[in-house]
């Protein structure tokens, strides 16, 4: 019996992931506990907490995730003059995060339907390791960005990873059009782009296909095959 003839490689946060109740969650905690060590915290609100991170993203933004959320977190607590305790609102801040990481509820039936036909990977610029996320022993491979020197997405060197750790043709699926589409076929790889929100597609993205739900996946990754060959 013959093995599988391509790679499917997901990214995870927002595509398998459904990272956002679980971030909320945890800034929710977080706020919470910033409540009961000072009174000066009830002027802070959770949109300060969501607004931090992006307050620092766009300097840190090729830095690890957890220093990013570190940098932002940091920024949360000095509006209550917390900031010298970041190491323990850091530590409820990513426990609360994982407890309530959970994979989408497409995600797992659409990986047992293609692992027959695919070799499955998961390959990531963020935090959420398969793990720690509902998502243990479902790939081949995992990559993680900024492990073992592996700079994040959209860097070639990112796909190229991909590629030798696939060692087989990869489509690429994702949320991003940037990092899960475009980058990706810059490196050549297939692209699939994942549209929950049915957004309108971006000028200048051509995704080789669509879809707005993971469930799609095995009837359209079976056509484009039948259009390779």
Known sequence: MSGPSSAVVFDA????????????GALAAVLDEM???????????LADLEADWGAVFGALSAAPVQEIRRAALARSLARAGLDTHLDEFAALFFARRFALTRPFPDALPTLAAL??????G??????????RCGLAGEFEFELYAHENGLPKKPAPEFYAAVVAAAGLPVVH?????????????????RA?????????RPPGLTPDAEVST?????????????TKA
């Open 35 to 45: 409540r009961r060590w000072t009174p000066a915290a009830a002027e802070v609100s």
């Open 115 to 120: 692992r027959s036909h695919h070799l499955l």
């Open 214 to 226: 993971l469930a799609e996946l095995p009837d359209v990754l079976a056509r484009l095959e039948t």
């Open 13 to 24: 946060d927002e595509t398998l992931v459904d990272l956002r109740p679980a971030v909320t």
């Open 192 to 200: 699939i782009w994942l549209n929950r929100g049915r957004l309108p």
């Open 122 to 131: 998961f390959a990531t610029n963020g935090n959420s390791r398969a793990e």
């Open 173 to 189: 699926v994702g949320d991003s059009p940037e990092h899960d589409v475009l980058a990706p076929q810059r490196a050549g790889l």
